[in-house]
Protein backbone atom coordinates (compact mmCIF):
# COMPACT_ATOMS: atom_id res chain seq x y z
CA UNK A 1 0.00 0.00 0.00
CA UNK A 2 1.08 3.39 -0.84
CA UNK A 3 0.12 7.41 -0.10
CA UNK A 4 -2.03 6.96 -3.79
CA UNK A 5 -3.82 3.89 -2.44
CA UNK A 6 -5.16 5.69 0.99
CA UNK A 7 -5.55 9.14 -1.37
CA UNK A 8 -7.83 6.66 -3.60
CA UNK A 9 -9.26 5.46 -0.27
CA UNK A 10 -10.62 8.81 0.79
CA UNK A 11 -12.00 10.08 -2.19
CA UNK A 12 -14.25 6.92 -1.86
CA UNK A 13 -15.25 7.60 1.55
CA UNK A 14 -15.14 10.99 1.08
CA UNK A 15 -13.22 12.12 3.80
CA UNK A 16 -10.26 14.83 3.23
CA UNK A 17 -6.63 14.29 4.59
CA UNK A 18 -3.85 16.42 5.38
CA UNK A 19 -0.32 14.94 3.94
CA UNK A 20 0.69 14.39 7.60
CA UNK A 21 -2.71 12.24 8.22
CA UNK A 22 -2.28 10.40 4.82
CA UNK A 23 1.17 9.57 6.41
CA UNK A 24 -0.38 7.93 9.74
CA UNK A 25 -2.97 6.25 8.30
CA UNK A 26 0.03 4.50 5.74
CA UNK A 27 1.40 3.60 8.82
CA UNK A 28 -1.75 2.13 10.61
CA UNK A 29 -3.26 0.30 8.06
CA UNK A 30 0.09 -1.48 7.00
CA UNK A 31 0.49 -2.36 10.68
CA UNK A 32 -3.55 -3.30 11.26
CA UNK A 33 -3.26 -5.19 7.92
CA UNK A 34 0.00 -7.12 8.69
CA UNK A 35 -1.98 -8.59 11.90
CA UNK A 36 -5.39 -9.27 10.17
CA UNK A 37 -4.32 -10.73 7.27
CA UNK A 38 -3.54 -14.01 9.32
CA UNK A 39 -7.26 -15.13 8.61
CA UNK A 40 -5.84 -16.17 5.80
CA UNK A 41 -3.90 -19.33 7.22
CA UNK A 42 -7.08 -20.90 8.43
CA UNK A 43 -8.41 -23.56 6.79
CA UNK A 44 -12.32 -23.94 7.34
CA UNK A 45 -13.36 -24.95 3.46
CA UNK A 46 -16.77 -23.21 2.36
CA UNK A 47 -19.02 -23.18 5.55
CA UNK A 48 -22.12 -22.47 4.74
CA UNK A 49 -23.97 -19.46 6.52
CA UNK A 50 -26.47 -20.19 9.18
CA UNK A 51 -28.47 -17.54 10.25
CA UNK A 52 -30.61 -17.54 12.74
CA UNK A 53 -32.37 -13.80 11.45
CA UNK A 54 -35.06 -14.41 8.66
CA UNK A 55 -36.15 -12.30 6.73
CA UNK A 56 -39.25 -10.47 8.36
CA UNK A 57 -42.19 -9.40 6.03
CA UNK A 58 -45.11 -7.65 7.11
CA UNK A 59 -48.43 -6.93 5.78
CA UNK A 60 -48.35 -3.65 3.74
CA UNK A 61 -51.32 -2.02 5.48
CA UNK A 62 -51.55 1.38 7.32
CA UNK A 63 -50.58 1.87 10.82
CA UNK A 64 -50.23 4.27 13.01
CA UNK A 65 -46.68 5.63 14.03
CA UNK A 66 -46.13 8.46 16.33
CA UNK A 67 -43.79 11.15 14.77
CA UNK A 68 -43.00 14.81 15.41
CA UNK A 69 -43.00 16.02 11.61
CA UNK A 70 -41.67 19.51 13.53
CA UNK A 71 -38.87 17.66 15.38
CA UNK A 72 -37.64 15.88 12.35
CA UNK A 73 -37.65 19.07 10.51
CA UNK A 74 -35.36 20.79 12.78
CA UNK A 75 -32.77 18.41 12.31
CA UNK A 76 -32.23 19.06 8.69
CA UNK A 77 -29.55 21.15 8.30
CA UNK A 78 -30.81 23.40 5.68
CA UNK A 79 -35.13 23.52 4.38
CA UNK A 80 -37.41 24.97 3.28
CA UNK A 81 -41.51 25.30 3.22
CA UNK A 82 -41.30 21.81 5.51
CA UNK A 83 -38.75 20.15 2.71
CA UNK A 84 -34.88 18.94 2.91
CA UNK A 85 -32.93 21.47 1.28
CA UNK A 86 -29.65 20.02 -0.81
CA UNK A 87 -27.70 21.07 -3.01
CA UNK A 88 -27.98 20.97 -6.87
CA UNK A 89 -26.89 17.09 -7.63
CA UNK A 90 -26.33 17.54 -11.98
CA UNK B 1 -27.59 9.60 55.16
CA UNK B 2 -28.00 7.67 51.64
CA UNK B 3 -24.53 5.59 50.43
CA UNK B 4 -25.47 5.62 46.51
CA UNK B 5 -22.08 3.70 45.84
CA UNK B 6 -23.21 0.68 47.92
CA UNK B 7 -26.83 1.03 47.64
CA UNK B 8 -27.87 -1.71 44.47
CA UNK B 9 -31.07 -1.33 42.13
CA UNK B 10 -32.94 -3.97 44.30
CA UNK B 11 -32.39 -3.27 47.96
CA UNK B 12 -33.34 0.54 46.76
CA UNK B 13 -36.50 -0.87 44.67
CA UNK B 14 -37.35 -2.44 48.61
CA UNK B 15 -36.92 0.25 50.86
CA UNK B 16 -39.45 2.46 48.06
CA UNK B 17 -41.77 -0.03 48.11
CA UNK B 18 -41.80 0.08 51.96
CA UNK B 19 -41.81 3.50 52.32
CA UNK B 20 -38.27 4.05 53.44
CA UNK B 21 -36.93 5.91 50.46
CA UNK B 22 -38.50 8.36 47.67
CA UNK B 23 -37.24 8.22 44.53
CA UNK B 24 -36.75 12.10 44.63
CA UNK B 25 -34.68 11.57 47.09
CA UNK B 26 -32.70 8.81 45.60
CA UNK B 27 -32.79 10.95 42.08
CA UNK B 28 -31.21 13.90 44.33
CA UNK B 29 -28.68 12.04 46.06
CA UNK B 30 -27.32 10.70 42.49
CA UNK B 31 -27.72 14.75 41.29
CA UNK B 32 -25.48 15.66 44.22
CA UNK B 33 -22.56 13.19 43.51
CA UNK B 34 -22.69 14.53 39.83
CA UNK B 35 -22.41 17.50 40.86
CA UNK B 36 -19.50 17.15 43.36
CA UNK B 37 -17.76 14.81 40.67
CA UNK B 38 -19.09 15.43 36.92
CA UNK B 39 -16.59 18.04 35.91
CA UNK B 40 -13.18 16.38 37.45
CA UNK B 41 -14.61 12.77 35.69
CA UNK B 42 -16.38 13.84 32.74
CA UNK B 43 -19.22 11.32 33.24
CA UNK B 44 -22.35 12.99 31.79
CA UNK B 45 -22.20 15.20 28.46
CA UNK B 46 -25.74 16.40 30.15
CA UNK B 47 -27.61 15.54 32.99
CA UNK B 48 -31.51 15.91 32.01
CA UNK B 49 -32.96 18.70 33.23
CA UNK B 50 -36.40 16.53 34.08
CA UNK B 51 -34.71 14.13 35.96
CA UNK B 52 -36.35 15.11 38.99
CA UNK B 53 -39.73 15.66 37.83
CA UNK B 54 -39.46 11.58 36.50
CA UNK B 55 -38.94 10.84 40.08
CA UNK B 56 -42.09 12.49 41.42
CA UNK B 57 -43.68 10.72 38.77
CA UNK B 58 -42.48 7.52 40.02
CA UNK B 59 -43.08 8.01 43.22
CA UNK B 60 -46.56 8.66 42.16
CA UNK B 61 -46.65 5.50 40.43
CA UNK B 62 -45.05 3.50 43.45
CA UNK B 63 -48.42 5.09 45.48
CA UNK B 64 -50.46 4.08 43.02
CA UNK B 65 -49.74 0.53 43.53
CA UNK B 66 -48.38 0.02 40.09
CA UNK B 67 -44.41 0.22 40.53
CA UNK B 68 -42.15 -2.25 39.32
CA UNK B 69 -38.68 -3.18 40.48
CA UNK B 70 -36.99 -0.36 37.84
CA UNK B 71 -39.86 2.31 38.99
CA UNK B 72 -38.03 5.25 40.57
CA UNK B 73 -34.55 4.16 40.01
CA UNK B 74 -32.02 6.31 38.20
CA UNK B 75 -30.54 4.98 34.89
CA UNK B 76 -27.78 6.45 33.13
CA UNK B 77 -27.71 5.82 29.14
CA UNK B 78 -24.57 5.90 26.83
CA UNK B 79 -24.98 9.03 24.51
CA UNK B 80 -25.86 6.51 21.36
CA UNK B 81 -28.95 5.41 22.57
CA UNK B 82 -32.13 7.62 21.01
CA UNK B 83 -34.67 9.53 23.83
CA UNK B 84 -37.35 11.53 22.04
CA UNK B 85 -36.26 15.38 22.19
CA UNK B 86 -32.61 14.62 23.89
CA UNK B 87 -29.89 15.19 22.27
CA UNK B 88 -27.99 12.04 21.21
CA UNK B 89 -24.50 12.68 19.86
CA UNK B 90 -22.74 9.42 19.69
CA UNK B 91 -19.12 11.14 21.61
CA UNK B 92 -18.47 12.76 18.10
CA UNK B 93 -19.04 16.89 16.54
CA UNK B 94 -20.85 15.33 13.68
CA UNK B 95 -23.62 14.71 15.89
CA UNK B 96 -23.26 17.85 18.17
CA UNK B 97 -26.84 18.98 18.10
CA UNK B 98 -28.40 15.88 16.95
CA UNK B 99 -31.79 15.58 18.56
CA UNK B 100 -33.57 11.93 18.62
CA UNK B 101 -37.17 12.07 16.97
CA UNK B 102 -38.40 8.79 18.54
CA UNK B 103 -37.55 6.97 21.54
CA UNK B 104 -35.58 3.91 21.20
CA UNK B 105 -36.97 0.54 22.23
CA UNK B 106 -35.14 0.06 25.52
CA UNK B 107 -35.65 3.21 26.04
CA UNK B 108 -39.83 2.87 25.48
CA UNK B 109 -39.12 0.01 27.82
CA UNK B 110 -37.28 1.36 30.58
CA UNK B 111 -40.06 4.67 30.94
CA UNK B 112 -43.06 1.81 31.04
CA UNK B 113 -41.07 0.47 33.89
CA UNK B 114 -41.15 4.11 35.47
CA UNK B 115 -37.24 4.25 35.62
CA UNK B 116 -35.93 7.70 35.74
CA UNK B 117 -33.77 8.78 32.56
CA UNK B 118 -30.60 10.48 34.70
CA UNK B 119 -28.20 11.56 31.95
CA UNK B 120 -26.40 10.83 28.51
CA UNK B 121 -22.99 9.06 29.40
CA UNK B 122 -19.73 9.72 27.32
CA UNK B 123 -18.33 7.78 24.95
CA UNK B 124 -15.48 6.77 22.63
CA UNK B 125 -16.84 8.42 18.97
CA UNK B 126 -19.17 6.01 17.31
CA UNK B 127 -18.34 3.68 20.25
CA UNK B 128 -14.78 3.20 18.68
CA UNK B 129 -12.66 2.84 21.31
CA UNK B 130 -11.68 0.69 24.55
CA UNK B 131 -10.75 4.19 27.04
CA UNK B 132 -13.28 6.96 26.04
CA UNK B 133 -10.10 8.70 24.77
CA UNK B 134 -11.67 8.92 21.27
CA UNK B 135 -14.55 11.31 22.59
CA UNK B 136 -14.84 14.13 20.68
CA UNK B 137 -15.47 15.83 24.11
CA UNK B 138 -12.72 14.70 26.16
CA UNK B 139 -12.32 11.30 27.67
CA UNK B 140 -13.76 10.11 31.09
CA UNK B 141 -11.82 9.62 34.11
CA UNK B 142 -12.21 6.11 35.95
CA UNK B 143 -13.38 7.30 39.46
CA UNK B 144 -11.63 4.54 41.38
CA UNK B 145 -8.50 6.26 39.91
CA UNK B 146 -8.79 9.48 38.00
CA UNK B 147 -5.35 9.08 36.14
CA UNK B 148 -6.61 6.09 34.79
CA UNK B 149 -9.13 5.24 31.73
CA UNK B 150 -12.75 3.66 32.67
CA UNK B 151 -12.20 1.10 29.48
CA UNK B 152 -14.74 2.05 26.64
CA UNK B 153 -16.53 2.71 24.72
CA UNK B 154 -19.21 2.87 27.35
CA UNK B 155 -16.67 4.09 29.78
CA UNK B 156 -19.13 6.77 30.84
CA UNK B 157 -22.22 4.41 31.76
CA UNK B 158 -19.61 2.13 33.68
CA UNK B 159 -18.01 5.12 35.58
CA UNK B 160 -21.73 6.82 36.44
CA UNK B 161 -22.45 3.82 38.20
CA UNK B 162 -19.39 2.89 39.98
CA UNK B 163 -19.20 6.69 41.40
CA UNK B 164 -23.15 6.86 42.53
CA UNK B 165 -23.80 8.98 39.92
CA UNK B 166 -26.56 6.42 39.15
CA UNK B 167 -27.95 3.21 40.26
CA UNK B 168 -27.67 1.49 36.72
CA UNK B 169 -26.98 2.30 32.91
CA UNK B 170 -27.35 1.07 29.75
CA UNK B 171 -24.37 0.79 27.05
CA UNK B 172 -23.45 -0.93 23.71
CA UNK B 173 -20.95 -4.00 23.43
CA UNK B 174 -19.65 -4.58 19.62
CA UNK B 175 -16.64 -6.11 20.82
CA UNK B 176 -16.37 -5.60 24.23
CA UNK B 177 -18.02 -2.05 25.00
CA UNK B 178 -19.74 -2.86 27.92
CA UNK B 179 -17.75 -5.28 29.38
CA UNK B 180 -14.24 -4.12 29.76
CA UNK B 181 -15.27 -0.54 30.91
CA UNK B 182 -17.44 -2.40 33.61
CA UNK B 183 -14.04 -4.51 34.44
CA UNK B 184 -12.09 -1.66 34.57
CA UNK B 185 -14.65 0.21 37.12
CA UNK B 186 -15.46 -2.91 39.50
CA UNK B 187 -19.00 -3.69 38.14
CA UNK B 188 -21.05 -5.89 36.42
CA UNK B 189 -21.11 -5.36 32.68
CA UNK B 190 -23.45 -7.94 30.08
CA UNK B 191 -23.74 -8.68 26.73
CA UNK B 192 -27.09 -9.96 26.02
CA UNK B 193 -27.64 -12.91 23.02
CA UNK B 194 -27.38 -11.16 19.87
CA UNK B 195 -31.21 -10.29 19.18
CA UNK B 196 -32.39 -10.61 22.76
CA UNK B 197 -32.47 -7.10 22.83
CA UNK B 198 -33.51 -4.34 20.01
CA UNK B 199 -31.35 -2.26 18.16
CA UNK B 200 -34.07 0.10 17.12
CA UNK B 201 -33.07 3.28 18.84
CA UNK B 202 -29.02 2.28 19.19
CA UNK B 203 -26.78 4.13 16.49
CA UNK B 204 -25.41 1.77 14.04
CA UNK B 205 -21.87 0.79 14.18
CA UNK B 206 -21.12 -2.88 13.00
CA UNK B 207 -25.05 -3.85 13.25
CA UNK B 208 -23.90 -8.03 13.15
CA UNK B 209 -22.09 -7.38 16.13
CA UNK B 210 -24.33 -4.30 18.40
CA UNK B 211 -25.80 -5.55 21.53
CA UNK B 212 -27.13 -3.12 23.64
CA UNK B 213 -26.59 -3.90 27.58
CA UNK B 214 -26.60 -3.53 31.36
CA UNK B 215 -24.12 -2.04 33.58
CA UNK B 216 -25.06 -2.38 37.63
CA UNK B 217 -23.32 -2.85 41.05
CA UNK B 218 -24.66 -6.64 41.26
CA UNK B 219 -25.90 -9.07 38.97
CA UNK B 220 -29.19 -8.62 40.28
CA UNK B 221 -29.60 -5.23 39.33
CA UNK B 222 -28.25 -6.03 35.67
CA UNK B 223 -31.16 -8.79 35.59
CA UNK B 224 -33.53 -6.68 36.35
CA UNK B 225 -32.43 -4.02 33.52
CA UNK B 226 -31.92 -6.69 31.22
CA UNK B 227 -35.26 -8.41 31.88
CA UNK B 228 -36.74 -5.34 31.26
CA UNK B 229 -35.48 -4.11 28.18
CA UNK B 230 -35.26 -7.19 26.14
CA UNK B 231 -37.60 -8.89 23.86
CA UNK B 232 -39.13 -8.65 20.62
CA UNK B 233 -39.54 -5.30 18.81
CA UNK B 234 -40.95 -5.01 15.09
CA UNK B 235 -38.71 -2.75 14.36
CA UNK B 236 -35.89 -4.89 14.86
CA UNK B 237 -36.23 -8.03 12.87
CA UNK B 238 -33.56 -9.67 14.34
CA UNK B 239 -34.70 -9.45 17.95
CA UNK B 240 -36.48 -11.90 19.73
CA UNK B 241 -38.59 -13.32 22.91
CA UNK B 242 -36.08 -15.36 24.74
CA UNK B 243 -37.43 -18.85 25.63
CA UNK B 244 -39.04 -18.19 29.16
CA UNK B 245 -38.06 -21.46 30.91
CA UNK B 246 -34.13 -21.50 31.88
CA UNK B 247 -33.29 -23.96 34.02
CA UNK B 248 -30.43 -22.81 36.47
CA UNK B 249 -28.20 -25.15 37.34
CA UNK B 250 -26.76 -25.53 41.04
CA UNK B 251 -22.86 -24.61 41.04
CA UNK B 252 -22.02 -28.84 41.22
CA UNK B 253 -23.69 -29.52 37.81
CA UNK B 254 -22.03 -26.44 36.57
CA UNK B 255 -18.86 -27.14 34.14
CA UNK B 256 -16.78 -24.14 33.29
CA UNK B 257 -14.23 -24.36 30.26
CA UNK B 258 -10.77 -23.01 30.27
CA UNK B 259 -9.31 -22.55 26.86
CA UNK B 260 -6.16 -22.59 28.40
CA UNK B 261 -3.76 -22.08 25.09
CA UNK B 262 -5.43 -18.69 24.40
CA UNK B 263 -4.00 -17.36 27.47
CA UNK B 264 -0.47 -17.91 27.26
CA UNK B 265 0.67 -14.35 26.27
CA UNK B 266 0.42 -10.99 26.19
CA UNK B 267 -1.50 -11.26 29.85
CA UNK B 268 -1.11 -9.41 32.89
CA UNK B 269 0.75 -11.26 35.61
CA UNK B 270 -1.65 -9.94 38.34
CA UNK B 271 -4.49 -11.00 35.77
CA UNK B 272 -3.21 -14.47 35.73
CA UNK B 273 -2.89 -14.56 38.80
CA UNK B 274 -6.45 -13.59 40.16
CA UNK B 275 -7.96 -15.84 37.14
CA UNK B 276 -6.69 -19.11 38.80
CA UNK B 277 -7.44 -17.85 42.31
CA UNK B 278 -11.12 -17.35 40.86
CA UNK B 279 -11.16 -20.42 39.56
CA UNK B 280 -10.13 -22.27 42.46
CA UNK B 281 -12.45 -20.41 44.42
CA UNK B 282 -15.53 -21.75 42.22
CA UNK B 283 -14.09 -25.28 42.12
CA UNK B 284 -14.16 -24.92 45.96
CA UNK B 285 -18.02 -24.20 45.39
CA UNK B 286 -18.71 -27.22 43.50
CA UNK B 287 -17.86 -25.96 39.88
CA UNK B 288 -16.33 -28.40 38.11
CA UNK B 289 -13.18 -26.62 35.77
CA UNK B 290 -12.22 -27.96 32.61
CA UNK B 291 -9.10 -27.03 30.16
CA UNK B 292 -10.64 -26.74 26.51
CA UNK B 293 -9.02 -26.43 22.89
CA UNK B 294 -10.58 -23.80 20.97
CA UNK B 295 -7.55 -23.76 18.25
CA UNK B 296 -9.97 -20.90 16.27
CA UNK B 297 -10.65 -18.44 19.49
CA UNK B 298 -7.14 -16.28 18.31
CA UNK B 299 -8.43 -15.43 14.88
CA UNK B 300 -11.32 -13.61 16.84
CA UNK B 301 -9.71 -10.03 17.00
CA UNK B 302 -8.16 -10.40 13.23
CA UNK B 303 -11.61 -11.36 12.10
CA UNK B 304 -13.26 -8.57 13.97
CA UNK B 305 -11.12 -5.84 12.74
CA UNK B 306 -12.10 -7.16 9.19
CA UNK B 307 -15.85 -7.36 9.39
CA UNK B 308 -16.29 -4.13 12.41
CA UNK B 309 -15.00 -1.71 9.93
CA UNK B 310 -16.48 -2.91 6.65
CA UNK B 311 -19.95 -2.37 8.44
CA UNK B 312 -18.50 0.91 10.38
CA UNK B 313 -17.67 2.65 6.46
CA UNK B 314 -21.27 1.18 5.30
CA UNK B 315 -23.31 2.36 8.12
CA UNK B 316 -21.60 6.10 8.86
CA UNK B 317 -21.99 6.46 4.73
CA UNK B 318 -25.72 7.94 5.88
CA UNK B 319 -23.46 10.86 7.67
CA UNK B 320 -23.14 12.96 4.97
CA UNK B 321 -24.10 16.82 5.88
CA UNK B 322 -27.23 16.39 4.28
CA UNK B 323 -30.46 14.96 6.11
CA UNK B 324 -29.17 15.72 9.74
CA UNK B 325 -26.03 16.29 11.68
CA UNK B 326 -23.42 18.85 10.49
CA UNK B 327 -23.00 20.39 7.04
CA UNK B 328 -20.37 22.59 6.23
CA UNK B 329 -20.82 23.93 2.62
CA UNK B 330 -19.03 23.34 -0.16
CA UNK B 331 -18.63 24.06 -3.91
CA UNK B 332 -20.55 20.67 -5.03
CA UNK B 333 -22.56 18.56 -3.68
CA UNK B 334 -19.73 16.27 -3.31
CA UNK B 335 -17.32 18.86 -1.93
CA UNK B 336 -20.08 19.01 1.19
CA UNK B 337 -19.91 15.26 1.54
CA UNK B 338 -16.34 15.39 2.23
CA UNK B 339 -16.41 18.89 3.93
CA UNK B 340 -18.85 18.07 6.40
CA UNK B 341 -17.35 14.15 7.09
CA UNK B 342 -13.66 15.95 7.24
CA UNK B 343 -15.07 17.98 10.01
CA UNK B 344 -17.92 15.71 11.60
CA UNK B 345 -15.00 12.74 12.05
CA UNK B 346 -12.22 12.43 14.48
CA UNK B 347 -9.28 10.11 13.69
CA UNK B 348 -10.11 6.58 15.18
CA UNK B 349 -13.42 7.42 12.78
CA UNK B 350 -12.07 7.60 9.94
CA UNK B 351 -9.12 5.61 10.25
CA UNK B 352 -12.00 2.68 10.66
CA UNK B 353 -13.93 3.95 7.66
CA UNK B 354 -11.06 4.16 5.34
CA UNK B 355 -9.92 0.74 6.24
CA UNK B 356 -13.45 -0.62 5.95
CA UNK B 357 -13.31 1.13 2.58
CA UNK B 358 -9.95 -0.79 1.70
CA UNK B 359 -11.35 -4.72 3.18
CA UNK B 360 -14.47 -3.89 1.43
CA UNK B 361 -12.61 -2.96 -2.11
CA UNK B 362 -12.59 -4.44 -5.22
CA UNK B 363 -9.48 -7.02 -5.42
CA UNK B 364 -9.31 -7.22 -1.53
CA UNK B 365 -12.87 -8.41 -0.55
CA UNK B 366 -12.36 -11.91 -0.74
CA UNK B 367 -8.88 -12.53 1.05
CA UNK B 368 -10.33 -10.03 3.65
CA UNK B 369 -14.27 -9.51 3.76
CA UNK B 370 -15.32 -13.18 2.60
CA UNK B 371 -12.84 -15.02 4.22
CA UNK B 372 -13.22 -13.19 8.00
CA UNK B 373 -16.97 -14.75 7.71
CA UNK B 374 -15.73 -17.94 6.88
CA UNK B 375 -13.55 -18.05 9.95
CA UNK B 376 -16.49 -16.37 12.18
CA UNK B 377 -18.78 -19.24 11.05
CA UNK B 378 -16.05 -21.32 12.26
CA UNK B 379 -15.56 -19.31 15.67
CA UNK B 380 -19.10 -20.08 16.03
CA UNK B 381 -19.03 -23.56 15.32
CA UNK B 382 -15.89 -24.46 17.58
CA UNK B 383 -18.10 -22.61 20.23
CA UNK B 384 -21.24 -25.47 19.57
CA UNK B 385 -18.88 -28.02 20.22
CA UNK B 386 -17.73 -26.91 23.10
CA UNK B 387 -20.97 -26.29 24.82
CA UNK B 388 -21.34 -30.02 24.12
CA UNK B 389 -18.84 -30.49 27.23
CA UNK B 390 -18.90 -27.48 29.37
CA UNK B 391 -21.62 -24.64 30.72
CA UNK B 392 -20.00 -21.55 30.24
CA UNK B 393 -16.49 -20.77 28.82
CA UNK B 394 -14.16 -18.62 31.30
CA UNK B 395 -11.49 -16.11 30.79
CA UNK B 396 -10.22 -12.83 32.27
CA UNK B 397 -12.53 -9.90 30.87
CA UNK B 398 -9.46 -7.92 30.03
CA UNK B 399 -5.67 -8.98 29.78
CA UNK B 400 -4.82 -5.73 31.64
CA UNK B 401 -6.73 -3.65 34.68
CA UNK B 402 -7.19 -0.04 33.96
CA UNK B 403 -4.25 1.65 32.19
CA UNK B 404 -3.19 5.17 32.55
CA UNK B 405 -4.49 8.30 29.85
CA UNK B 406 -2.30 7.97 26.99
CA UNK B 407 -0.91 4.71 27.22
CA UNK B 408 -2.00 3.11 24.38
CA UNK B 409 -1.20 5.43 21.56
CA UNK B 410 -0.65 2.94 18.65
CA UNK B 411 -4.30 1.95 17.43
CA UNK B 412 -2.68 -1.86 17.17
CA UNK B 413 -2.32 -2.06 21.02
CA UNK B 414 -5.67 -0.30 21.69
CA UNK B 415 -7.00 -2.99 20.02
CA UNK B 416 -5.53 -5.44 21.64
CA UNK B 417 -7.19 -4.50 24.83
CA UNK B 418 -10.27 -6.67 23.20
CA UNK B 419 -8.97 -10.00 22.90
CA UNK B 420 -11.26 -11.70 25.39
CA UNK B 421 -14.57 -9.98 24.43
CA UNK B 422 -14.85 -10.11 20.78
CA UNK B 423 -14.88 -13.62 20.22
CA UNK B 424 -19.31 -13.72 21.72
CA UNK B 425 -20.26 -10.95 19.89
CA UNK B 426 -18.73 -13.03 16.59
CA UNK B 427 -20.36 -15.63 17.27
CA UNK B 428 -23.79 -13.96 18.79
CA UNK B 429 -23.46 -15.27 22.73
CA UNK B 430 -24.39 -13.80 25.75
CA UNK B 431 -21.39 -12.68 28.25
CA UNK B 432 -21.00 -11.26 31.05
CA UNK B 433 -18.23 -9.76 33.25
CA UNK B 434 -18.18 -10.17 36.93
CA UNK B 435 -15.76 -8.47 39.50
CA UNK B 436 -13.28 -10.75 40.72
CA UNK B 437 -11.21 -8.78 43.58
CA UNK B 438 -8.68 -5.68 43.36
CA UNK B 439 -4.66 -5.52 42.46
CA UNK B 440 -1.72 -4.73 44.61
CA UNK B 441 -2.57 -0.93 43.21
CA UNK B 442 -6.25 -1.36 44.09
CA UNK B 443 -7.76 -1.75 40.53
CA UNK B 444 -10.47 -3.97 40.38
CA UNK B 445 -10.43 -7.49 37.96
CA UNK B 446 -13.26 -8.98 36.21
CA UNK B 447 -14.10 -12.35 35.35
CA UNK B 448 -16.06 -12.96 31.76
CA UNK B 449 -18.51 -15.78 31.63
CA UNK B 450 -19.65 -16.55 27.90
CA UNK B 451 -22.40 -18.90 27.38
CA UNK B 452 -23.96 -20.42 24.46
CA UNK B 453 -26.76 -18.77 22.51
CA UNK B 454 -29.86 -17.83 24.93
CA UNK B 455 -28.63 -18.75 27.94
CA UNK B 456 -28.72 -15.33 29.26
CA UNK B 457 -30.36 -15.59 32.57
CA UNK B 458 -28.08 -18.37 33.83
CA UNK B 459 -25.26 -15.96 33.64
CA UNK B 460 -26.70 -14.03 36.54
CA UNK B 461 -26.64 -16.86 39.10
CA UNK B 462 -22.79 -17.12 38.57
CA UNK B 463 -22.18 -14.47 41.04
CA UNK B 464 -23.28 -15.64 44.30
CA UNK B 465 -20.65 -18.22 44.12
CA UNK B 466 -18.26 -15.51 43.70
CA UNK B 467 -19.32 -12.98 46.53
CA UNK B 468 -19.51 -15.35 49.70
CA UNK B 469 -17.71 -16.89 51.37
Same mark, same amino acid.
Given at each position: ?36 ? /? ?28 FSKDLILKQ???? /??G ?8 | ?17 ? $? ?43 ? #? ?20 G ?13 V?T ?22 ? #? ?25 ? $? ?18 ? %? ?27 ? $? ?5 ? %????? $? ?114 ? #? ?124 ? %? ?14
Amino acid at each position: MDIKDIENLAELAKIELTEDEKKSLLKDLDGILDYVK /QIGEVKVGDIEAEYRSKNVWREDKLEEREFSKDLILKQFPDS /QDGFLKVKKIL | MLDIKTLTIKKAGEMMRK $GELTSVELVSACLKNIKEKNKELNVFREVFNDALKQAETADQMMK #EGKGTDLTGIPIAVKDNILITGKKVSSGSKMLEDYVATYDAFVIKKLKEAGAVLIGRTNMD #EFAMGSSTENSAYGPTRNPLDPSRVPG $GSSGGSAAAVASGMALGALG %SDTGGSIRQPASFCGIVGMKPTYGAVSRS $GLTSMSS %SLDQI $GPFAKDCDGAKIIFECISGKDEMDSTSFELPKEIKIKSSKDITLGVPRDFLKDGIDKEVVKNFKETLEKLKSKGYRVKEVSMPLLKYSLPVYYIIMPAEVSTNLSRLDGMRYGLRK #EGESVFDTFKKSRSAGFGPETRRRIILGTYVLSHGYYDAYYNQAWRVRRAIGREYEDIFKDVDFVVTPTSPNTAFKFGDRKDPLQMYLSDIFTVSANLAGLPSITIPSGLSSSLLPFGIEFTGPLD %SDISLFAIEKDLRDN
